[in-house]
């Protein structure tokens, strides 16, 4: 069973239904509420990854972004949807640079997003080799797109040795 740490983007809240639909697939998903307005976010989101040692992260937006300093830090397993990767400072305590492990990496991109620029998005995701998907949607990840998403890539996350 996979244990799955999901960190919500900057405009959204818990609960989340795709919490609610990595659950039905039989996952463990932690989660916890982020407030991106401080600046001890991404030490929280740290705390909470040492104390849940997930086997996946998955991140939205500023979670997304959030998810790759885990992932690259903690060696673990990454699924991103439309990660916030503008070069705008959050102020939310973000390390300088990613970790320096390159754990499998998963991103989900809406051609449409006008939030997170999608060109700028696969550039910087080229330097994790990431595996890139493109869906019609926009920045926020409607719950239909994403489950296909999920679904399609569960397989593989299935098969990651840690």
């Known amino acids: 069973m996979q244990r799955v740490a999901f960190y919500h983007g900057k405009e959204s809240k818990l609960p989340s239904s795709k919490v ?14 982020m407030d991106y307005s401080c600046n001890f976010a991404y030490t929280k989101a ?24 885990l992932g690259t830090r903690h060696n673990v397993p990454m699924v991103l949807l439309n990660p916030a990767l503008n070069s705008v400072q959050y102020g939310i305590g973000l390390p300088d640079k990613w970790g320096e492990f390159r754990p499998a990496c998963y991103a989900l991109i ?3 997003d006008v939030v997170v620029d999608p060109v700028m ?9 990431c595996q890139i998907t493109f ?4 920045h926020r990840t409607p719950l239909d ?15 990651i040795k840690r």
């Open 20 to 33: 609610d639909f990595m659950m039905t697939m039989g996952w463990e998903v932690g989660c916890i509420e």
């Open 46 to 69: 740290d705390k909470f990854i040492n104390e849940f040692r997930p086997s996946i992260v998955v991140g939205s937006s500023l979670g997304g972004l959030v998810s790759i300093h």
């Open 110 to 112: 809406g051609k449409n």
């Open 121 to 129: 998005s696969v550039n910087a995701l080229g330097e994790l080799n």
């Open 135 to 138: 869906g019609e949607h926009g």
């Open 145 to 159: 797109i994403f489950s296909k998403f999920i679904s399609e890539i569960s397989k593989e996350l299935n098969n």
